[in-house]
């Protein structure tokens, strides 16, 4: 998306700008900022298939917006599998990956932070126990 290209009359953008300057060139070719509205229209739409296929998903909420069976089959072979190969040097992710195997999610798991002594100086600094938690008690205790 960051590759450069040429537009018109020499004007290099990059990718991920052209539906925005698609949308300027129109609203300026019709003299009015209603020729824009269809590319606005066309980018939320976007956006908001974006967020409720990958984005909400991968957050832990339901996919809402599934395709129809039917175009499912015209796109896929027997088996499940795309007809159409996915570009060499592209990886393909629909959401969080699942571990296969308990040892597997043992691995992928954050370890956890290493606990220190009370009064050992790597557990003191100015900035300990002033974060959020911090802060929502001591207007808890004031109310």
């Not at 824009?36 to 956006?47: D, K």
């Not at 290493?114 to 300990?128: F, H, I, L, R, Y």
Request: charged share 25%; aromatic share 6%.
């Amino acid at each position: 998306p960051m590759v450069p290209m040429e537009v018109q009359f020499g004007i290099k953008i990059e990718y991920w700008l052209l539906p925005y300057v698609n949308a300027v060139v129109d609203a300026l070719q019709a003299q009015s900022a209603a020729g824009a509205v269809p590319h606005v229209l066309g980018i939320l739409t976007g956006h908001v298939y974006h967020f409720f296929t990958c984005v909400w998903p991968s957050m832990g909420g339901k996919r809402y917006l599934t395709p129809p069976k039917a175009f499912k089959s015209m796109v896929e072979e027997e088996g499940g599998k795309k007809k159409a190969d996915k570009p060499k040097g592209v990886k393909v992710t629909t959401g969080a990956a699942k571990p296969k195997s308990k040892a597997a999610a043992k691995k992928a798991a954050p370890a956890a932070p290493k606990k220190t002594k009370v009064g050992s100086k790597a557990g003191k600094s100015k900035k300990a126990g002033k974060g959020k938690k911090g802060k929502k008690s001591k207007k808890a205790s004031k109310e």
